[in-house]
Structures are given as C-alpha cells and as structure tokens.
C-alpha cells in the first residue's frame, strides 16, 4: 500500500487503542486508507483492526500497566478467576482474535448497557499500557478522551444492532479481521458461469479455513457411511423380533427382494413433494438466517407450523376416506430402504454440486479433499436451487413431519393387532410427546437457523441420511416397539412421566429461545438484566440466566425429554432406550464439537466462559 502523507506511516511502531476499552498496546502500522481514513495495524498476536487517527499515540508517553491495578479496578473482577494473563496464554492453545479482546463480563441494565461495557473491560491478554499522567492530562488528551467515548459507543452499536454481518463486512469506524491463522488458505473454486468471481478468488487466497477433520476422520468416514445404515436395518429388523433387545446377534437378514417395493418408493416421492409444495407457498414469516461470512443473511420460508398443520389435515382426510396407514408399520423396511435411496441421491448430487460452488459458500469443515470424507460430512453450507434451501428443508420437513405420521401410523397398527378401541397409555404419551416436540419446533423454526447444523455444518451425506432416514426411521421406534411389545402403565406412572416431559420441555424451550432471542438481538430489552461476555468478534457470550448454569442447557432439556419418551415403553428390553443412549453420545458429541469451534472463535472470552460456568451439560456432573 503506497501512503499518503499522513501522521504514521507504514512501518512505525505506535500505540493503538483496542475498541471499547480505554487499553492501548503496541501495533505496527500496515496502511492507511484516505478513503475511510483509518489505518490498518497489525497488533503482536498477529490481529488486524482499522482504527482511527485518535485511537494511535506515539510510544512516547506510555508506561506499563501494573496487573494488580488494572484487574483490582475492575468490576468484572469480582466474578472471574484465574486471571494472570500469563497463565491465560498458556492455557488457550487456539488463541483467535478473541484471545486479544478485552474479556469482561458486564452486567447490562436496560438503559446503561453501553456504558456498563465501557467500564466494565477487565482484562487483556497483551501486555497492555497505558498514558503517563502527563499525557493524559494534555489538552489534546482532553479532546481524545470525548472521543474515544464517541468511538467506543459507536463499537459498542455496532455490536450490538447489526453485529456480525458488519464486522465481517469491514464496515465500521473498527474493522476486525479474520486472523490469517484462522486456517490455510485454500486454492479457490469457482463456477465456471461465474467469470468474474473466478478471477476475483483466483486474485485473492480463499479465507475458507479447512477445520480439523471430525467423526473418526477419513477412516471414520468409511466407518460412518457403513454403519448408520447398517444400524438402520438392524433396529428395524429386531423391532419385529420377540425378544428385540439391542445386545442380541443381529437377525438373520431377509431376502434382497424384501427391500424393494416400488409403491413404497412412490409412496416416498409423494411425500417429499408435498412436503416442497408446502415448504414454497408464500405462506407465512419470510425470517433471515445469521449472517454468512459474506456477510449476507439468506432468508428462508419459515411456514413449518403451517406445513403440518395442512399435513395433519390431508392426513385425516385420507384416513376418513379409507386410506390405511398401517401400511407404514407393514412396509416400515421398505419405506425405509425408499428413503435410504432418495437421500444417497441427494448426497451425490449435493456433493457433485459443491464441487462448483464457490470457496465463500463452503462450510469449514468437509473441504478435507478426501472424497469419501467430503461426501459424508457435506461441502456446501446452504445448498439451494433458487430460493429453495435444501438443507434446511431437509432438516425441518420431510422427516420430521414424517415421525408423527410414523407415529400415528403406528398407534393405529397397535390398535389394530390388539382390538383396541383406543391405542395404550404409554403410545398415546410416545404419541404426544413426540408430537409436541416436532410441534414446538416448528413453531420456533427460526431457532434452527441459530443451531450449529444451519450455521456450520456442510449438507452432505450425514445430514441427508439423518435428516430424511434416521430421524423418521430410528426416532419412531418407541412407537414402532410398543406396536409388537405392549406395556400398561399405572395412572401414577403416566403423571411422573408427563411431569418429567414438561420439565425437560421448559428447560429446552426456555434456553434455545432466550439463546436464539440473544443472537437475533442482542440488546433485546428483555435480556438486558443477563451478564454476558463480549467477545472480539463482535457477537457476545451470554453467561448468566440459562447459558450460566449450564453450557448446554439446551441438551439438558433435551436429555430429560428423552429419557421421558423411552419410560412408557418400561424395562423389559434396551430397543426403546436406544434413543437415549444414542442421544447422549450424539449429544456428548456435539458438546466437544462445539466446544472446539467456540474455541476456535472466540478465543479466550470462551476460555472465560468456561471457567465462568464450569459443567457442560448436567450441573455438577458433567
Ligand atoms: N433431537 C435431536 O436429534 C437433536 C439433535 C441435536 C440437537 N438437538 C437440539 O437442537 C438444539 C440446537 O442444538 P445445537 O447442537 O445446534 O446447539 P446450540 O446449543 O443450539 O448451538 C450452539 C451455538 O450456540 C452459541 N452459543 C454457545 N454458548 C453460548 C452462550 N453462552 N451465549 C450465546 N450463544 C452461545 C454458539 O454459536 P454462536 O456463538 O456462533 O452463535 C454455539 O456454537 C438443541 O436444543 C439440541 O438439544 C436435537
Ligand atoms: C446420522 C446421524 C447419526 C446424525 C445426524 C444428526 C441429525 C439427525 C440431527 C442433527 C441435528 C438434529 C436436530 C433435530 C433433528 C435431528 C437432527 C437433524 C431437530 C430438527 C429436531 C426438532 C427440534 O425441535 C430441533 C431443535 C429443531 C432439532 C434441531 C437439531
């Protein structure tokens, strides 16, 4: 960058003020921009902000901070521990460009919220310093100190209103940018129709970083696309088995020619086509994703409430009008293999289609460059054709409206083989249950779009398979089992466990919605009265209310829920409890994966966050 004759030049070692602290450490100018008129510095982490020509000072009339004073003065001190900064960098192995952020933890109240985190900036992790009395009592001073007020406040708005679109947009008086060491650069792809985006990525090194490799790496992955469907087969055979306990032989395995049937596959199609039909209706909230790393936010048809409720309907219809619905639990092996099919088509065409997709519109993890590997943990981040978003899609539709018609199927087959007039207690609580779970999910859809699949994850085999197979397939099989293996329940019994049900209930739905309430807004002024930690990305770190006594408080509901579903079916075999020991490692699983990103992310204010609220999942146990 050629510069302008301006106060520092490139080169010059100077003293840059971090945004929202009152903090200044040593950077070394990279450029100017007369345009925006702000400088780019480099500070010692290896950490790049744009800052004004009033946050930089000559290193002249700086001194060094003493810890003791800065961390006694802090408000934020009261509540933190392990604060050396020494032992800090020691601990945080994978120090991002949060791991240079002011870590606080403020306590903002409705309407001092912005000043509360000005004051409240309690530690850094560079050896921070800061003006001689001389100098902060220069007249020039005087003026920096209104406005640093001014620049802080406007760090603080952008934070807090538009918060990560902008920041990765390079758009505000500060400019955080990804640290190089965020991952290796990647040759970029582009698609051929796109010229111009070509030539721009071929210019630039994509920033995609390849994230480490996950669920067993390459090995894993072979591992993986064997096994889940494997697993599949083996729960829906023993389901039909007498004796259907989990730690038997498996069954012997029927004729190839009992996989296929050709109505179940159309059977299939149909309902997947519905499922689109409804999904495309201009029918309900039209609500935005988080921001990408392009900063955009995609929008998605969020009509999930309405998709089944018109689905319960046709439904209904089609049972009035004679439709049997057993066929599902007669045909479930071959429904299933119909799914298995459709989803590895999807997977096939998903990753043949990333292979065109841009370097910006790839997930972190899954561009490993081993096929195998990307093929099962997806490329693409939001794979669509046109407006129509397939992941997502996926993930709230076909199969998850399909369980409760699973379900429902399979409280008329129990009806059926038993010559009931109503199905038993303990399916109409799997029934319901599962039910109100799907339900309150898509009533909350836009909660999906703040979860890690959305987000993070590439669509790719894993999803599709677990989207469209596993979840109607597997998470059915409580109703599946009690079809064949009957189990009464006393009155006392059905209270506790629809008090355990609406227990796990309040806890996840109370903990995803004030998280999803948080990342949409984070001065929402219903949240004011909660502590969170800001991190250098912009986006804050809640660390009171739910996110405070759990890091995962959301699994925690989950987790009782589940055991809630598996009770009715009692203790005589392990195939209705199969869900909850999946659900654990799955969930035991995601904890560390997350754990890994947020790290990743936010540096050290996760560390803080951490050492804040010690248990991940259940309080004092784990
Ligand atoms: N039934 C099933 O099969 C099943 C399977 C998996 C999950 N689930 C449920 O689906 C829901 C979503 O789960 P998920 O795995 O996507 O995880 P999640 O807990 O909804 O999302 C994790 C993300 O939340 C943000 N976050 C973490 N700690 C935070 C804090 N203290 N303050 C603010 N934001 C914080 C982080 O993202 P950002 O900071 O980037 O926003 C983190 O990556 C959960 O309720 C889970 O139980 C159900
Ligand atoms: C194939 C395997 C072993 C894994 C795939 C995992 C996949 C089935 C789950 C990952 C995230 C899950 C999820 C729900 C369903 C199951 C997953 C897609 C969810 C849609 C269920 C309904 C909830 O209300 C929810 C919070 C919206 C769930 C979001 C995450």
């Given amino acids: 960058m050629k510069m302008p004759t301006v106060k520092y030049q490139k080169g010059d070692t100077v003293m840059g003020r971090w945004p929202g602290s009152s903090l ?20 010692k ?24 004073r800065s961390r006694s ?73 209104k406005e640093e007020n001014n620049t802080a406040s406007k760090v603080i708005e952008k934070s807090e209103a538009k918060v990560e679109a902008e920041s990765e947009k390079n758009q505000g008086p500060y400019n955080l940018r990804r640290r190089k060491a965020d991952g ?37 992955a072979y591992f993986w696309l064997l096994f889940l469907p494997a697993w599949v087969l083996f729960v829906i055979l023993q389901g039909n088995l007498t004796d259907p306990s989990l730690i038997n032989a498996p069954p012997p395995l029927p004729p190839l020619d009992t996989f296929w049937d050709a109505q179940a596959l159309c059977f299939v199609i149909l309902w997947i086509l519905f499922q689109a039909l409804l999904y495309i209706l201009p029918v309900g909230k039209l609500s935005e994703g988080m921001p990408l790393r392009s900063g955009v936010r995609l929008k998605y048809r969020t009509n999930g409430f309405f998709a089944i409720m018109v689905s319960a309907i046709v439904v209904a219809v089609a049972v009035h009008q004679g439709a049997d ?27 043949v289609r990333s292979r065109y997709a841009a370097s910006e519109e790839l997930a972190l993890g899954g561009n490993s460059g081993n096929v195998v590997y990307d093929f099962f943990k997806g490329r693409e981040l939001n794979p669509r054709i046109k407006n129509f978003d397939l992941k997502f899609f996926c993930e ?14 399979m409280a008329l087959a129990e009806m059926k083989k038993h010559n009931l007039d109503a199905p038993s207690y303990a399916m109409i609580l799997v029934n319901l249950f599962q039910l109100l779970y799907v339900v309150d999910g898509l009533w909350n859809e836009e909660a999906i779009l703040t979860t890690m699949d959305l987000m993070h994850d590439g669509f790719g085999f894993m999803l599709a398979f677990g989207d469209l197979v596993w979840v109607p397939f597997t998470y059915t099989l409580q109703a599946y089992y009690l079809v064949l293996h009957p189990n009464a329940l ?26 999803n309430a948080f990342r949409r807004n984070p001065s929402n002024p219903k949240l004011s009265h909660l502590k969170t930690i ?41 195939l209705p409890w199969y869900y909850m020991i999946y659900f654990i490692i799955l969930l035991v699983h995601r904890d560390s994966r997350d754990m890994s990103e947020c790290r990743r992310k936010y540096g050290s204010a996760w560390d803080e966050y951490c050492r804040t609220v010690r248990y991940r999942i259940i309080p004092r146990v784990y």
């Fill in 325 to 351: 619905l057993t066929y599902i639990h007669s045909h479930f092996l071959q429904l299933a293999t119909a799914t298995f099919i459709i989803s590895v088509l999807l997977s096939i065409y998903l990753y």
């Fill in 184 to 220: 290796d650069a990647k040759p970029a792809e582009a698609k051929p129709d796109q010229p111009e985006k070509k030539a721009k990525e071929a210019a630039a090194p994509s920033t995609i970083p390849s994230a480490p490799l996950d669920f067993g790496g390459k090995i894993g």
């Fill in 45 to 68: 982490d290896g950490t790049e902000l744009e800052l004004k020509e009033q946050d930089i000072k000559n290193v002249t009339g700086f001194q060094t901070r003493s810890r003791s």
């Fill in 490 to 515: 006393s009155l006392p019994a059905v209270i506790a466990i629809v008090t355990l049900k609406l227990i796990g209930f309040y806890i996840f739905r109370k903990s995803n919605s004030e998280k």
């Fill in 24 to 43: 200044y450490y040593q950077v070394k100018v990279l450029g100017f921009d007369s345009k925006s008129q702000l400088y780019t510095v480099i500070y």
């Fill in 534 to 574: 800001p991190t250098a990305t912009g986006k804050s770190l809640l660390v009171s209310g739910w996110w405070g006594v759990v890091r995962h408080p959301n699994y925690l509901g989950d987790l009782i829920m589940a055991l809630a579903w598996s009770l009715p079916c009692g203790f005589s075999h392990l």
């Fill in 396 to 409: 709230m539709r076909p199969g998850l409206i399909g369980w409760c018609l699973i379900n429902f199927a």
């Fill in 73 to 145: 003065r802090s408000p934020g001190r009261r509540r933190s521990r392990s604060r050396s900064p020494a032992r800090t960098t020691r601990r945080s192995s994978s120090r991002t460009a949060a791991a240079v952020a002011a870590t606080a933890i403020t306590e903002s109240t409705q309407s001092s919220r912005r000043d509360t985190r000005l004051k409240d900036t309690v530690e850094v992790r560079l050896s921070p310093v800061e003006q001689t009395k001389a100098a902060e009592n220069s007249s020039n001073n005087k003026h920096e100190k």
